[in-house]
């Protein structure tokens, strides 16, 4: 089983806008992170987050965390068409991570 | 620097036959874990590698072994290919000790194995 599920499954939107992803787990974390996978080829690790912090940016990331809720949010702003691809939160360490299933993200010029 | 590789890029095996899968992990890095990742799906933990012996393992079959060599590469060997087998193989590495926890893994562009 996943611990993590993403929503929406896909999303399609324009340059320029902003993406918004969800990622919902089911256990307590440690941490939470967020990978991008292009053309169902290699993982690229995006950005970590702890669970003693609510927010953090990298670039034109945003990532939120809700331990309350056991949800988190990826926020991709003024999207380029570099940015299809599939995106994934992952729990876990130790080098054993538990994925959800991804959101399918389309960024047309 | 070169990062994690694996070999071969794509494979067709047909139902019955035995796979080796090979992954050299990033420099640096001592640990290797193995996911496979179905069509449409999230990548799936199969067992991780350290000091040559596999320290984790998820709910996979004994089918799924796998083996760590002294300069840290790795091989995952399936046997007797099921259809299902067929999905994408990905190797990860992260440098071991409690730096990092091993949190963030590295991974190699994958391996897509055919079962026909």
């Known amino acids: 089983s996943q611990q993590g599920e993403e929503d929406p499954q896909a999303l399609s939107i324009q340059e320029g806008e902003n993406a918004t992803m969800n990622c919902s787990y089911k256990?307590?974390?440690?941490?939470l992170q967020w990978y991008r996978q292009n053309s169902g080829r290699g993982l690229v690790h995006l950005i970590l987050?702890?669970?003693?912090?609510r927010e953090k940016h990298s670039g034109r990331l945003r990532v939120t965390l809700d331990t309350s809720k056991k949800s988190s949010s990826l926020l991709i702003t003024a999207s380029r068409a570099a940015d299809t691809a599939s995106y994934f939160c992952?729990?876990?360490?130790?080098?054993?991570?538990?994925f959800g299933a991804g959101t399918q993200v389309v960024v047309t010029p | 620097d070169a990062g994690v590789t694996q070999s071969p890029t794509h494979l067709i095996k047909t139902r019955g036959q035995q796979v080796t899968l090979r992954c050299s992990p990033k420099?640096?890095?001592?640990?290797v874990s193995w996911y496979q990742q179905a069509l449409g799906q999230g990548p799936q933990f199969i067992f991780q590698y350290y000091e040559e012996e596999e320290r984790q393992r998820g709910n996979f079959p004994d089918r799924f072994s796998g083996h760590q060599f002294p300069n840290y590469s790795s091989e995952l060997n399936v046997n007797a290919l099921l259809l299902g087998d067929s999905a994408l193989y990905l190797c990860?590495?992260?440098?071991?000790?409690?730096?990092?926890?091993?949190?963030?893994?590295?991974f190699g562009p994958g391996t897509r194995l055919l079962v026909l």
């Open positions: 987050i702890r669970s003693n912090e």
């Open positions: 420099s640096g890095h001592d640990t």
């Open positions: 256990t307590s974390i440690n941490n």
């Open positions: 992952a729990t876990g360490g130790w080098g054993k991570l538990q």
């Open positions: 990860a590495s992260a440098p071991s000790g409690l730096a990092g926890a091993q949190e963030t893994q590295y």
